[in-house]
């Protein structure tokens, strides 16, 4: 199993950012958002926020490749919509490359 954190900042106005957590509730979720989700190998996926931050911790398969699943939301309808749809709340992290939404975290610490 592989773990994965990132983040990703939210446009800083209430609205949107209530907004944005609506759309995360159990039912206001698309199925083939999370049908396509798990069958990339995603085993969990949660999102956290403070202020304008969002944290994003996923849980995959061995054989999961974040890649692979960048290929194949491409070319999924369904997750294009929902990407479109997410970009009018989210902003890029000031450090992330020029079209790259949630940045992966380095973990500098365990106990």
């Known amino acids: 199993m592989k773990r994965y954190c990132l983040a990703l ?10 907004e944005y957590e609506q759309w995360h509730l159990p039912e206001n979720s698309w199925p083939e ?14 999102i956290y926020r403070t202020g ?5 911790i996923m849980e ?20 294009q919509r929902w ?3 997410m970009s009018r709340f989210q902003q890029p992290l000031p ?3 020029a079209g790259e939404k949630w940045v992966k975290m380095q973990k500098i610490f365990q106990l």
């Open 95 to 97: 450090w992330a490359a």
């Open 9 to 18: 900042d939210l446009k800083d106005d209430p609205e949107l950012i209530a």
């Open 33 to 46: 958002i999370g049908d396509s989700i798990r069958a990339s190998g995603i085993h969990s996926m949660e």
């Open 60 to 79: 995959t398969s061995d054989r999961f490749d974040p890649g692979k699943k960048a290929e194949q939301d491409a070319s999924n309808p369904f997750v």
């Open 83 to 85: 990407e479109d749809l």
């Open 52 to 56: 304008t931050r969002l944290f994003m």
